[in-house]
């Protein structure tokens, strides 16, 4: 059995790590590079750097930022915010991520899936989809959440595996940072319709939220408020899990 794993996310914006609730009303909660120092030591298996500042400016201060950690940071950094097209990729991959995260551009032309996975290997290309309920669905939403695209979250999901996604970051929008626990019945549903790794995202109050969503089946859970608060360490969280048998890293 694959051990799970543990992922600190790092929202990116002017240069800061920031966090909110269902995407607004960010607050700052740090330099970058130190928080991801910070997750490494404490041992987390991979670390997620999303940018969600845009403009060419920004971009190119992400690579920077990317390059500077990757001499610095001995896990894996999966990094995305702002990907429209392959040379984005080519340009992380170039700068030091080991894996990308594509979003909304994929939702609008669902090629760049399957070209970023031919030219770079579905291993580093990791198709994120923000999903909101809808009654007894979950729809997939673009833009950060801003704009609706009509598209069901578990179909779209089974067609980015299709398309050559080697892993899915799946971000339940109505829990993200309100602390009050994973979106059980969405992740139920994905590990039912694709059979690639998928990384948990939204609503982390406890270490006892991530065990329980890694107990479902997910291959990873991320988090964020948790760890940027220093409400629990990643130790704790790995605690809490080997506590339930789940093998763990």
Same mark, same amino acid.
Request: some cysteine; overall charge negative.
């Given at each position: 059995?694959?051990?799970?794993? @543990? ?23 740090? +330099?970058? @590079? ?22 060419? +400016? ?5 690579? +920077? ?40 551009? %994929? ?9 970023? %996975? ?10 994120? @989809?923000? %999903? ?26 089974a067609e980015a595996v299709?398309?050559? %996604? ?50 479902l089946g997910v291959s ?27 093998? @763990?890293?």
């Open positions: 059995m694959l051990r799970r794993r @543990i992922i600190p996310c790092l929202d990116v914006s002017g240069g800061r790590v920031v966090k909110g609730v269902e995407f607004v009303n960010l607050r700052d909660c740090g +330099e970058p @590079i130190e928080a991801a120092l910070r997750y490494a030591e404490q041992g987390a298996d991979e670390l997620c750097w999303l940018n969600i500042t845009a403009g060419d +400016e920004a971009w190119h201060e992400l690579l +920077e930022q990317v390059a500077g950690a990757g001499t610095r940071i001995d896990v894996p950094l999966t990094v995305g915010g702002g990907i429209s097209d392959e040379l984005h990729v080519r340009d992380l991959l170039s700068a030091g991520a080991d894996k990308v995260s594509i979003n909304s551009a %994929a939702l609008d032309r669902p090629d760049l899936i399957t070209e970023c %996975a031919e030219r770079h290997g579905s291993q580093c290309i990791v198709v994120a @989809i923000d %999903a909101r309920r809808t009654g007894d669905t979950w729809e997939a939403v673009a833009s950060g959440g801003r704009r609706s695209t009509g598209r069901d979250a578990v179909e779209w999901a299709a398309r050559g %996604a080697g892993e899915l970051l799946v971000t339940s929008m109505d829990s993200d940072g309100t602390q009050q626990g994973y979106a059980l019945e969405l992740y139920e549903q994905l590990l039912d319709e694709v059979s690639v790794p998928i990384i948990a995202s939204g609503g982390a109050s406890c270490p006892a939220d991530i065990a329980d969503v890694l107990q990873a859970a991320l988090a964020a408020s948790i760890f940027h608060d220093g409400l629990h360490t990643v130790e704790e969280v790995k605690r809490a899990c080997r506590e339930r048998k789940l093998p @763990i890293r």
